[in-house]
């Protein structure tokens, strides 16, 4: 079965920079458009970032000039480093997958940024 696991959130102070990695399990996954997410406490889930499979990548607003995303298909892993973070960044953190119908994620990792 699918599995998307992350790992690399946790607590950090306005400015700070984390790097989350995603490894993907069950998946064709240098074939997938693999994406990271967030979700602040109240609010809908968005989109973060995204990268084809042309290594090609997209961002949302706020991420542009902060977050970089890549990925490793021999590792089947996909990476998020974040930069001159702000406490509006805080959220929970998700791995997406997609390919054709095929739409799977992980269980998600915080992201506090505190002084």
């Known amino acids: 079965q699918v599995q998307l696991v992350e790992s690399g959130g946790g607590l950090v102070q306005p400015g700070g920079s984390l790097r989350l990695s995603c490894v993907a399990s069950?998946?064709?996954?240098?074939?997938?458009?693999m994406g990271w997410y967030r979700q602040a406490p109240g609010l809908q889930r968005e989109l973060v970032a995204s990268i084809a499979r042309d290594s090609s990548t997209n961002y949302a607003e706020f991420a542009k000039g902060r977050f970089t995303i890549s990925r490793d298909n021999a590792k089947n892993t996909v990476y998020l480093q974040m930069n001159s973070l702000k406490p509006e960044d805080t959220a929970v953190y998700y791995c997406n997958a997609q390919w054709l119908n095929a739409n799977s994620w992980g269980q998600g990792t915080q992201v506090t940024v505190s002084s």
């Open positions: 069950g998946i064709f996954f240098r074939l997938n458009v």
